[in-house]
């Protein structure tokens, strides 16, 4: 079965189509960068331009950067704050005409990965952690999600959520080589390490694949890995939503 993958991020919304037996890619990946402000109408524009782009008429799976309960947006930390409280599979649905199946982005991607990649197989505590514009955070255990984790927002020092410190957008806007941006994100696990106490932690986003320039700076004994659909995993896993 083929389901069009859809990852709305902070950044870039990207979209292809997935065979949901495989985890495989069956079309290149298409980008459009994230509308400015994030808001509700503009991102449903570029969604539409996606499916268009497709020539997609099935359903549609969707990972979003916001806590997702039973497809409405409960949180909206690098998008418009006008989505919270809004049903998202209704917003796409009503623009596009087709069925959507919301959840968030992280979750997505750790789904691809306990299902066919570096989690697959593996029992136990499984944390995905994805390094992007936000820090987002999946949790399984023994392959089944416990939905919604949101590690990234949690408070430190003065900034409102560790994100804001932390992510691959601090790197950036701080000027941070990677060793220097290695040792806030050592923090991180180290807290999210202390708190859930799994036994692997996967990295996905853009900036897992630099993981050899930061490595080094990892002190936490928990196995860290990095995706094995790197960047793709929020695709492969917003398809696995909807299957
Ligand atoms: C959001 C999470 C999301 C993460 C990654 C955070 O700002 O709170 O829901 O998973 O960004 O996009």
Redesign the pocket.
């Known amino acids: 079965m083929e389901i069009l993958g859809i990852d709305v991020?902070?950044t870039g919304i990207k979209g292809a189509i997935v065979n949901v037996e495989t985890g495989a890619l069956i079309t290149e990946k298409h980008r459009i960068p994230t509308p400015k402000g994030a808001k509700p109408n503009d991102v449903a524009d570029v969604v539409a331009k996606l499916v268009e782009h497709f020539d997609w008429q099935g359903k549609i799976g969707c990972g979003f950067?916001?806590?997702i309960s039973h497809g409405v947006a409960l949180?909206s930390?690098?998008i418009d704050k006008s989505w919270q409280g809004t049903n998202v599979e209704d917003i796409f649905n009503k623009r596009t005409g087709l069925e959507f199946h919301v959840g968030?982005?992280?979750d997505a991607a750790g789904l691809a990965e306990i299902t066919f990649g570096a989690g697959k197989g593996k029992n136990g505590l499984v944390l995905m952690i994805?390094i992007?514009?936000?820090?987002?955070s999946g949790l399984f255990y023994n392959g089944i999600l416990v939905p919604n984790l949101?590690l990234?927002?949690l408070p430190y020092k003065k900034f409102k959520h560790i994100?804001h410190w932390a992510a691959d957008s601090a790197r950036k806007r701080d000027e941070l080589s990677y060793p220097e941006w290695g040792k806030r994100f050592n923090k991180f696990l180290k807290i999210v390490n202390g708190l859930t106490s799994p036994d692997l932690i996967i990295l996905g986003g853009g900036a897992s694949k630099k993981l050899q320039r930061f490595e080094g700076q990892i002190t936490i004994k928990t196995p860290v890995i990095v995706a094995q659909f790197q960047n793709n995993a929020g695709i492969v896993g917003a398809a696995l939503i909807a299957k």
């Not at 992007?132 to 987002?136: D, E, F, Q, R, V």
Request: no cysteine; charged share 15%.
């Open positions: 991020g902070g950067p916001a806590i949180s930390g690098n968030n982005d992280a994805t992007g514009t936000g820090l987002g949101e990234g927002t994100e």
